[in-house]
């Protein structure tokens, strides 16, 4: 198995989890929240293909797909185009609603693109440092591991409150 193999196959997973919290649920489902101050499928699955959106194409050194593919305008959320959910409120979290189609339409198209950056690393990218702003200094590999991490949580926090979902 290869780092494209592997990488390609963690962010695989993270989409089918993602297209199993979501689809075929109504904007009222995804909307849903168990507890006022809890978040909801769409702002999960939204929020995790944003934080991918963002650092993937951070370290690409090319433009997000929310902004640079429509995504953003398609979504017409009141909140501001960068976006990502990090800090968000509780009323930030409501402000998040969307169709499944468009919360999994944006997401494959997160993965394609990050499919598109993973086959151009070799191994030794991995170590590239890419921000300094902590100590250690962040690598690529460790940015990328993170982003995994942190959606595949989001992720099954999603399927979590599909369960939860009134019947």
Do not use: C
């Not at 151009?120 to 590999?141: A, F, Q, Y």
């Amino acid at each position: 198995m290869t780092t494209f193999d592997l990488l390609t196959d963690a962010f695989g997973r993270i989409r089918e989890n993602a297209h199993e919290a979501a689809r075929g649920l109504s904007t009222e489902q995804l909307t849903y929240r168990p507890t006022p101050d809890a978040n909801s499928i769409a702002w999960l699955v939204w929020h995790l293909t944003r934080v991918q959106d963002d650092h993937i194409n951070d370290a690409a050194g090319t433009p997000q797909v929310w902004t640079a593919d429509g995504w953003a305008e398609r979504f017409d959320l009141p909140l501001p185009a960068e976006s990502t959910g990090f800090g968000h409120s509780s009323s930030d979290v409501a402000a998040v609603t969307a169709t499944a189609s468009n919360l999994l339409g944006y997401h494959d198209a997160v993965y394609d693109r990050t499919v598109e950056y993973l086959k151009t690393l070799n191994d030794d990218d991995l170590s590239r440092v890419i921000d300094e702003n902590w100590n250690p200094p962040v690598t690529l590999g460790v940015r990328l591991v993170s982003v995994i991490g942190d959606d595949m949580q989001h992720a099954g926090q999603a399927a979590y409150v599909r369960g939860l979902l009134p019947r």
